[in-house]
Structure formats: C-alpha cells, structure tokens
C-alpha cells in the first residue's frame, strides 16, 4: 500500500518560487504514475503536473513554463518546482499516484483516474 506525504507548502510573495516535495513509503514511485493537483477554495481540484510512469510529463497550461515536476527515484519522492508564482496559484496542493495508466498518459489530469492521495500542503501566494 501506497503513503503519499506532501511538504514545503506555506506562504510566498507573487512573483517568488518554491518547491513542494511528495515523499512515498509503502512502495516505489517509480512503479506509479504521478501527479500534482490542487484544490483553490470554492474551485474544483485541478491537475497542475504529472508524470508516467514511461517518462512522459504533462503540465497544466496555466502553470506551463513556470512548474516543474520532477522525482527523485532515490529519495522516493516527487517533487513541484513552482517559479514566478501568481496570486491564482494560492491552493492545497495534493500529490496523487495510480499504479496503471494509459501509456500516452491522456487521462493525466483526471483525478478520478488515481487511487493513492497525499493529505495535501497548503500553499498561499501573497499579490
């Protein structure tokens, strides 16, 4: 079984950066398709970065050339660079895992797709 644990949220400036970590126990990451979705307050949860468990990596386009998502197989976490953060990027941030996905990754974003979750980090971007 699967344990997703997020870390690094807290609060930013517009403009600033930081970096989400999603440390796994229980399994590989490397086994797993990836992802990061957050959840704004009165929004619906939306996917922001995945990655197959082939190597393909998606990003939401609001977030694209800003985030990066990488994992570090040694470590067994993933992790979400963020750069030049928005007010609109203030959300909970959940890492997500699911052990089969389509190869050409088209149901990234779905989160019904996945079945491990993270309890999520909080991250809040001051304008």
């Known amino acids: 079984l699967l344990s997703l644990v997020e870390s690094g949220g807290g609060s930013a400036q517009s403009g600033g950066s930081q970096r989400l970590s999603c440390t796994a126990s229980?399994?590989?990451?490397?086994?797993?398709?990836m992802a990061w979705f957050r959840q704004a307050p009165g929004k619906e949860r939306e996917a922001v970065a995945g990655?197959?468990?082939?190597?393909?990596?998606r990003y939401a386009d609001s977030v694209k050339g800003r985030f990066t998502v990488s994992q570090d197989n040694a470590k067994n976490t993933l992790y979400l660079e963020m750069t030049s953060l928005k007010s609109e990027d203030t959300a909970i941030y959940y890492c997500a895992a699911v052990l089969t996905l389509d190869t050409d990754f088209r149901n990234w974003a779905d989160d019904y797709e996945y079945t491990y979750w993270g309890q999520g980090t909080q991250v809040t971007v001051a304008s």
């Open positions: 990655i197959h468990s082939e190597g393909s990596i």
């Open positions: 229980g399994s590989r990451v490397t086994r797993y398709n």
